[in-house]
């Protein structure tokens, strides 16, 4: 019996990255994309168009599309918030956007610079731009689960957002635990709300942060609902620098340990996973907060 495909989108280079205080430059960078690409991972999120003073750690982000021009062992994805963003990762030569629109106003005020209804507006335009352009465009609800300056997020927020997405449908619609307070049974809950909504074709995606140590058990929840994408991070480095305390992406090498063990096809070499992991820690000189790195596969 052929075990079920699970793909592993990973974002260190992007997520991971993003909240270091300490600069890495752009050759580790690379180096750290052409590890990611050689464990199997066949999409990655490479970096972010976003405001260098915002986010200095992704002011090199044109640098490193220029790096990976011309590659295709995988599929690069860029992050934008804004139809500036998606014009700048067009010019990069991005093959793959990953627009962002949040579920709460308190947060897509700080992070999208707009009220969530002001920032939805723009997307018709945003996805017909991408198509011109012959790039995929997808689309993540951030705050999805809660907000660290609103507070608790009511599932009607998120079904609106996604409703108002879907009328210019992307290949793919995301929900993002941003600051890592949901438990399996909110994540069962927004998932089935919004796969009711989300046109035909659309794939879900997940995006758990390990905030409360909860990201593992939501990852399962998300692929008992029907997900088959799922965002990590190796070493489990990352969180958002717009909301206060949001540490920690599930890490990548946990989630294939887990899901291989339960019968699952990720495609990625854990072995190499865990190098790479290793290979993080090294790079930003500190102990990281992935277990699998840590403890290595089993059997040995």
């Known amino acids: 019996m052929a075990k079920r495909k699970l793909e592993i989108v990973e974002v260190s280079p992007r997520d991971g990255l993003q909240n270091e205080a300490e600069m890495v430059d752009t050759a580790t960078k690379l180096e750290l994309v052409t590890r990611i690409t050689a464990a199997g991972f066949k999409r990655l999120e490479a970096g972010s168009f976003v405001n260098p003073k915002k986010v200095p750690q992704m002011a090199d982000t044109p640098e490193v599309f220029e790096g990976l021009r011309g590659r295709s062992d995988a599929t690069f994805i860029a992050l934008a918030l804004n139809p500036k963003g998606v014009e700048r990762a067009i ?20 992070n999208n610079g707009a009220p969530v ?18 790039v995929r465009i ?9 907000c660290p300056f609103d507070g608790e997020v009511p599932v009607a927020n998120v079904v609106r957002a996604a409703e108002e997405i879907g009328r210019a449908p992307p290949f793919e619609l995301a929900l993002a635990d941003t600051i890592g307070v ?11 709300a919004v796969g009711a909504v989300a046109p035909p074709g659309v794939q879900l995606r997940a995006h758990f942060h390990n905030t409360r140590n909860t ?12 997900v088959t994408i799922l965002d990590g991070s190796l070493a489990g480095i990352g969180g958002c620098p717009f909301a206060p305390g949001a540490a920690g992406n599930v890490p990548s090498e946990d989630l294939v340990y887990m899901f291989e063990r339960m019968g699952y096809d990720t495609g990625i070499d854990l072995d190499a996973a865990i190098e790479t992991a290793r290979f993080i820690g090294k790079a930003l000189g500190k ?5 699998v790195s840590k403890a290595g596969k089993f059997p040995k």
């Not at 010019?91 to 700080?110: P, Q």
């Not at 997808?138 to 809660?146: K, L, M, V, Y």
């Not at 102990?287 to 277990?291: I, Q, R, Y």
């Open 91 to 110: 010019a990069a030569g991005a093959k793959e956007v990953n627009y962002v629109f949040c579920a709460s106003d308190g947060f897509s005020i700080r």
């Open 287 to 291: 102990a990281t907060p992935g277990m």
């Open 215 to 226: 990201a593992l058990a939501n990852a399962v929840a998300a692929v008992d609902a029907g």
């Open 182 to 192: 949901a438990a399996p049974s909110d994540v069962t809950e927004r998932f089935g």
């Open 138 to 146: 997808s689309a993540t609800i951030s705050t999805a689960f809660g």
């Open 117 to 134: 209804a002001e920032t939805l507006k723009v997307w018709p335009d945003v996805v017909a731009r991408a198509k011109a352009a012959d």
